[in-house]
């Protein structure tokens, strides 16, 4: 991937005051989030935990620009996201967050090459002209061979490989998992688990949710979610470039 | 250029999703295609109709009035009139003379008498129309003389005993022999064939004494409008089995040629203003040839309209098989459209994908539509005898319709897939 790893330097995510409220009528509005700081630094690696209804899922989306906080602000890299449009936020997301669902969310008409190349065309790219790149990443998660392949024809192991691929191609800062490992038996999901770790010892910031244990125990941080803020924080281990 | 294989890009993605469910998309397409195809087939179908009518009544030609004999209808089915049994209406030969001094800008007047009868060569017989006319028949009616000559002044100021033919009828009566020189009976006298001719309107001429069904149009004899005079009289015998009938009938036809169009207008009020003070009984009636084409343009304007609109109608339904479709897709791929606007899809990005699927649809539909709709009217040619015009306005307009009806039907589920929210999407099952 990249020759040197990034310096774990300024953070690149400051999470300040973050509050969600979901208003569903007028008297049950829902408070999601009440008043997050986080603050993740370049090169790291966070899992996020929680029980269902923590708020983990809210954190989730926002940190992934797919939502915007009611309250609070949100530096990306530089840039406030928090109170974005519509179009920049999808920009941002296109070109700065790499998505790992669980349940790998593969678009079925597609084939591995070009379920790769889906972000470059919301940037305007044109795939052709990244042929060589989305080889070379299809090969790093070990599908070269399976270039024509449909996601129907691939085992949920080789689909969330070919996912992480695509969340690689416009080279994000950032690379958020949601539960990456809960469709997969455990020797899949340990081999995809290696594949982030690799990832994050070559520079990439990597936020993951999940609900077990063992995955989040690679993590460097543990950030421990409950009723809308965060509960407590586990340092594993200290940045190990 | 980024943009040009970005839109390639699209248009291949649409095609490979309709792809997906070929049969759901070829269902889809099958509304515009027959509405493509019924706009293309009904405004052809019409063109042709209406252009039959138009070159009919053009030969009769625009500056023409035709003023004709009309038994009177009270009297139609009754044997009492005038002089017992003998049935009289009709214009006269005054009537033809007082058109010409009296209807300004008239350039001439043709006056015709035409009687059926049969005409017999040897051991031919066959039924014809006996026109007696005058020379100027050939300029004012149009006929082109295709051997010898027509009547002359000469014929007409001697009533000689001479016709001229139509192509056909003398083809029946001379199967073998030349027809010029030769002499026909008609009524007991004979004539001499002096020419053959081909009349250039082939319209159905009504004879006052009955109706031509089905017979060939072409079975005229022309003979001077003198001669006819003397050898038939006014009086018309007709016997049928068990009864006979008698008409007098001066003249049958009387076609006034104007100077211009513009003089027709004007004189056809003043023809019937003229006309009425001497015909009381309303036993004539005056056909404008140009009246005619202006109502069979109208008539065709109203035809199109009709057929238009029940074409169009077709396609709106098209266009709303499509909207369906699309609405049914939206809803299967919410997942997909969630997963897009993860990876960077701006709304625009989701409305462009399903509004090229929508059009992607409509206008492949359009273009088969269009393949159908050229063929069908030369099927229904070749098959009704119908002669059937492919305007190309027409295919452009059914063409530019089912495009704009995959955009109007396509634009409404496509944005209700971009204004999904993202996070719900994505957890759509």
Same mark, same amino acid.
Request: neutral net charge; proline residues 4%; charged residues 20%.
């Given at each position: 991937?990249?020759?040197?790893?990034?310096?774990?330097?300024?953070?690149?995510?400051?999470?300040?005051?973050?509050?969600?409220?979901?208003?569903?009528?007028?008297?049950?509005?829902?408070?999601?989030?009440?008043?997050?700081?986080?603050?993740?630094?370049?090169?790291?690696?966070?899992?996020?935990?929680?029980?269902?209804?923590?708020?983990?899922?809210?954190?989730?989306?926002?940190?992934?620009?797919?939502?915007?906080?009611?309250?609070?602000?949100?530096?990306?890299?530089?840039?406030?996201?928090?109170?974005?449009?519509?179009?920049?936020?999808?920009?941002?997301?296109?070109?700065?967050?790499?998505?790992?669902?669980?349940?790998?969310?593969?678009?079925?008409?597609?084939?591995?090459?070009?379920?790769?190349?889906?972000?470059?065309?919301?940037?305007?790219?044109?795939?052709?002209?990244?042929?060589?790149?989305?080889?070379?990443?299809?090969?790093?998660?070990?599908?070269?061979?399976?270039?024509?392949?449909?996601?129907?024809?691939?085992?949920?192991?080789?689909?969330?490989?070919?996912?992480?691929?695509?969340?690689?191609?416009?080279?994000?800062?950032?690379?958020?998992?949601?539960?990456?490992?809960?469709?997969?038996?455990?020797?899949?999901?340990?081999?995809?688990?290696?594949?982030?770790?690799?990832?994050?010892?070559?520079?990439?910031?990597?936020?993951?949710?999940?609900?077990?244990?063992?995955?989040?125990?690679?993590?460097?941080?543990?950030?421990?979610?409950?009723?809308?803020?965060?509960?407590?924080?586990?340092?594993?281990?200290?940045?190990?470039? | 250029?980024?943009?040009?294989?970005?839109?390639?890009?699209?248009?291949?993605?649409?095609?490979?999703?309709?792809? !997906?469910?070929?049969?759901?998309?070829?269902?889809?397409?099958?509304?515009?295609?027959?509405?493509?195809?019924?706009?293309?087939?009904?405004?052809?179908?019409?063109?042709?109709?209406?252009?039959?009518?138009?070159?009919?009544?053009?030969?009769?030609?625009?500056?023409?009035?035709?003023?004709?004999?009309?038994?009177?209808?009270?009297?139609?089915?009754?044997?009492?009139?005038?002089?017992?049994?003998?049935?009289?209406?009709?214009?006269?030969?005054?009537?033809?003379?007082?058109?010409?001094?009296?209807?300004?800008? &008239?350039?001439?007047?043709?006056?015709?008498?035409?009687?059926?009868?049969?005409?017999?060569?040897?051991?031919?017989?066959?039924?014809? @129309?006996?026109?007696?006319?005058?020379?100027?028949?050939?300029?004012?009616?149009?006929?082109?003389? !295709?051997?010898?000559?027509?009547?002359?002044?000469?014929?007409?100021?001697?009533?000689?005993?001479?016709?001229?033919?139509?192509?056909?009828?003398?083809?029946?009566?001379?199967?073998?022999?030349?027809?010029?020189?030769?002499?026909?009976?008609?009524?007991?006298?004979?004539?001499?064939?002096?020419?053959?001719? @081909?009349?250039?309107?082939?319209?159905?001429?009504?004879?006052?004494?009955? @109706?031509?069904?089905?017979?060939?149009?072409?079975?005229?004899?022309?003979?001077?409008?003198?001669?006819?005079?003397?050898?038939?009289?006014?009086?018309?015998?007709?016997?049928?089995?068990?009864?006979?009938?008698?008409?007098?009938?001066?003249?049958?036809?009387?076609?006034? @040629?104007?100077?211009?169009?513009?003089?027709?207008?004007?004189?056809?009020?003043?023809?019937?203003?003229? !006309?009425?003070?001497?015909?009381?009984?309303?036993?004539?009636?005056?056909?404008?040839?140009?009246?005619?084409?202006?109502?069979?343009?109208?008539?065709?304007?109203?035809?199109?309209?009709?057929?238009?609109?029940?074409?169009?109608?077709?396609?709106?339904?098209?266009?709303?098989?499509?909207?369906?479709?699309?609405?049914?897709?939206?809803?299967?791929?919410?997942?997909?459209?969630?997963?897009?606007?993860?990876?960077?899809?701006?709304?625009?990005?989701?409305?462009?994908?399903?509004?090229?699927?929508?059009?992607?649809?409509?206008?492949?539909?359009?273009?088969?539509?269009? &393949?159908?709709?050229?063929?069908?009217?030369?099927?229904?040619?070749?098959?009704?005898?119908?002669?059937?015009?492919?305007?190309?306005?027409?295919?452009?307009?059914?063409?530019?319709?089912?495009?704009?009806?995959?955009?109007?039907?396509?634009?409404?589920?496509?944005?209700?897939?971009?204004?999904?929210?993202?996070?719900?999407?994505?957890?759509?099952?």
């Amino acid at each position: 991937m990249q020759a040197t790893p990034k310096t774990n330097g300024a953070p690149v995510i400051h999470l300040e005051g973050i509050e969600k409220t979901y208003v569903l009528s007028a008297e049950n509005i829902v408070r999601a989030l009440r008043g997050v700081d986080l603050k993740i630094n370049e090169g790291s690696y966070v899992a996020i935990m929680g029980p269902s209804g923590s708020g983990k899922s809210t954190m989730l989306n926002i940190l992934g620009c797919l939502d915007r906080p009611t309250a609070g602000s949100y530096q990306l890299g530089g840039h406030n996201v928090a109170r974005m449009p519509d179009d920049e936020l999808s920009e941002v997301r296109g070109k700065r967050i790499g998505f790992i669902f669980q349940s790998y969310n593969l678009i079925a008409q597609l084939t591995v090459m070009e379920n790769i190349q889906v972000p470059l065309i919301y940037q305007g790219e044109d795939p052709r002209a990244h042929h060589d790149h989305t080889v070379q990443l299809a090969k790093m998660v070990g599908l070269g061979d399976r270039l024509d392949h449909r996601p129907s024809q691939l085992s949920g192991g080789q689909q969330q490989r070919v996912a992480i691929a695509r969340s690689l191609v416009n080279d994000p800062f950032m690379i958020l998992a949601d539960e990456p490992t809960g469709n997969l038996d455990s020797k899949t999901g340990a081999e995809v688990l290696e594949m982030l770790d690799q990832l994050n010892r070559s520079g990439k910031t990597i936020v993951l949710v999940t609900h077990d244990d063992k995955v989040a125990a690679r993590a460097q941080r543990v950030i421990h979610m409950k009723d809308g803020k965060i509960d407590r924080e586990v340092v594993n281990r200290p940045h190990n470039n | 250029m980024r943009l040009g294989t970005h839109f390639v890009g699209t248009v291949r993605l649409g095609i490979k999703s309709l792809l !997906l469910h070929k049969l759901r998309s070829a269902l889809t397409m099958l509304g515009i295609i027959f509405g493509v195809c019924s706009v293309i087939a009904m405004l052809a179908i019409g063109e042709g109709a209406s252009y039959e009518a138009q070159e009919a009544i053009k030969k009769l030609g625009s500056n023409n009035i035709i003023v004709r004999s009309v038994k009177p209808p009270e009297e139609a089915n009754s044997s009492g009139s005038s002089r017992g049994f003998v049935l009289e209406y009709g214009l006269t030969y005054d009537d033809g003379a007082r058109l010409q001094r009296t209807i300004p800008g &008239v350039r001439a007047v043709l006056p015709m008498r035409i009687i059926r009868e049969n005409v017999r060569f040897d051991q031919n017989e066959l039924p014809c @129309q006996v026109i007696g006319t005058l020379p100027s028949y050939v300029e004012i009616v149009g006929v082109d003389i !295709l051997r010898g000559r027509f009547i002359t002044s000469v014929d007409e100021m001697y009533q000689n005993n001479v016709c001229a033919l139509t192509a056909g009828l003398a083809s029946r009566l001379f199967p073998f022999q030349d027809p010029l020189t030769m002499s026909v009976k008609v009524a007991g006298v004979y004539y001499q064939v002096v020419g053959i001719v @081909q009349e250039r309107n082939m319209v159905e001429q009504r004879s006052q004494t009955g @109706q031509i069904d089905g017979e060939p149009l072409d079975n005229n004899v022309y003979i001077p409008m003198s001669t006819s005079r003397s050898r038939f009289g006014e009086t018309i015998f007709r016997r049928t089995a068990g009864s006979f009938s008698a008409e007098r009938v001066e003249l049958h036809q009387v076609t006034v @040629q104007m100077q211009d169009t513009d003089a027709v207008e004007t004189a056809d009020p003043q023809i019937k203003t003229l !006309l009425r003070r001497f015909h009381p009984k309303n036993d004539y009636e005056t056909i404008v040839p140009l009246e005619l084409l202006r109502q069979a343009e109208a008539t065709k304007r109203i035809f199109n309209i009709v057929l238009g609109s029940i074409a169009a109608i077709s396609l709106l339904v098209g266009g709303i098989g499509i909207m369906n479709i699309m609405l049914a897709t939206v809803t299967e791929r919410t997942r997909e459209i969630g997963v897009r606007r993860a990876l960077g899809a701006k709304k625009k990005d989701i409305i462009t994908q399903f509004l090229v699927e929508t059009v992607v649809l409509s206008v492949g539909g359009g273009l088969i539509g269009v &393949v159908i709709g050229v063929a069908v009217p030369f099927i229904v040619s070749a098959l009704a005898e119908m002669i059937t015009i492919v305007t190309v306005w027409s295919v452009f307009l059914a063409f530019g319709i089912s495009g704009a009806i995959g955009i109007m039907f396509g634009i409404y589920p496509a944005r209700s897939a971009a204004n999904l929210d993202p996070i719900e999407a994505l957890r759509h099952e």
